[in-house]
């Protein structure tokens, strides 16, 4: 890790936005790009193949350490390999999103993660995209942005989302879904969900993807 590297984080809760603004920048800014909570979701899915139970933090944390994870970004999508397998399909399901939100709330695999999620500060420049990039992974990075909407607003981007891709799911189920996942990464004891003192705060309510990139951008310029 290179500490001189300038880093954006990008934190808010499921739904605001975040990964596809974050990915958006960092193709601009021509930056690497870390999907923070592609990482947690990759440690569920082989928590999952592996049939370990999320109470055994034990097993969880040798699961951490023994998961490979890469990416690929293939140009339309950023493609997540779990143990040498595309995995990117069954990470977006609300089911591994679960899984990440439960995993996430254990202090000895976030911090079995913190160093994998530093090694990609690298430059010319790093976007990483999370709950708590700007007030746990990288605090001292100099241009942080929290990123939040409705509940309403977020349930519905991701009832569209999931709907163009076949998947079936109910508005009320995901609108119930986003504010339990809300209340467990706001309340867990270890890096709650919050903004860093010194983030700018975007709500991307009513706003269109170009416009909340470019609010992004304006804060690198500055």
């Given at each position: 890790?290179?500490?001189?590297?300038?880093?954006?984080?990008?934190?808010?809760?499921?739904?605001?936005?975040?990964?596809?603004?974050?990915?958006?920048?960092?193709?601009?800014?021509?930056?690497?790009?870390?999907?923070?909570?592609?990482?947690y979701r990759a440690i569920g899915l082989a928590a999952g193949w592996a049939d370990i139970?999320?109470?055994?933090?034990?097993?969880?944390?040798?699961?951490?350490?023994?998961?490979?994870?890469?990416?690929?970004?293939?140009?339309?999508?950023?493609?997540?390999?779990?143990?040498?397998?595309?995995?990117?399909?069954?990470?977006?399901?609300?089911?591994?999103?679960?899984?990440?939100?439960?995993?996430?709330?254990?202090?000895?695999?976030?911090?079995?993660?913190k160093d994998r999620q530093r090694a990609f500060r690298q430059p010319p420049g790093l976007?990483?995209?999370?709950?708590?990039?700007?007030?746990?992974?990288?605090?001292?990075?100099?241009?942080?942005?929290?990123?939040?909407?409705?509940?309403?607003?977020r349930a519905q981007r991701r009832y569209k989302q999931l709907n163009d891709k076949g998947?079936?799911?109910?508005?009320?189920?995901?609108?119930?879904?986003?504010?339990?996942?809300?209340?467990?990464?706001?309340?867990?004891?270890?890096?709650?969900?919050?903004?860093?003192?010194?983030?700018?705060?975007?709500?991307?309510?009513?706003?269109?993807?170009?416009?909340?990139?470019?609010?992004?951008?304006?804060?690198?310029?500055?």
């Amino acid at each position: 890790m290179t500490t001189d590297t300038p880093v954006l984080t990008i934190d808010g809760p499921s739904g605001s936005g975040k990964g596809t603004i974050s990915r958006l920048v960092a193709q601009r800014l021509g930056w690497h790009y870390l999907d923070s909570g592609a990482l947690y979701r990759a440690i569920g899915l082989a928590a999952g193949w592996a049939d370990i139970d999320l109470d055994d933090h034990g097993a969880l944390v040798r699961c951490t350490f023994d998961t490979r994870i890469g990416f690929r970004d293939d140009g339309d999508e950023l493609r997540v390999l779990v143990n040498d397998v595309d995995a990117t399909g069954e990470l977006r399901t609300e089911t591994a999103g679960a899984a990440a939100s439960a995993i996430a709330a254990i202090p000895e695999v976030r911090a079995a993660l913190k160093d994998r999620q530093r090694a990609f500060r690298q430059p010319p420049g790093l976007v990483a995209d999370g709950r708590d990039m700007g007030t746990v992974i990288f605090p001292d990075a100099p241009f942080k942005v929290f990123m939040t909407a409705s509940a309403d607003e977020r349930a519905q981007r991701r009832y569209k989302q999931l709907n163009d891709k076949g998947v079936s799911v109910t508005l009320d189920g995901l609108l119930r879904e986003i504010l339990a996942r809300d209340a467990r990464d706001a309340q867990r004891a270890v890096a709650p969900l919050r903004p860093a003192e010194d983030a700018v705060r975007i709500d991307t309510t009513g706003l269109s993807i170009p416009e909340v990139v470019e609010q992004v951008l304006a804060q690198v310029a500055r």
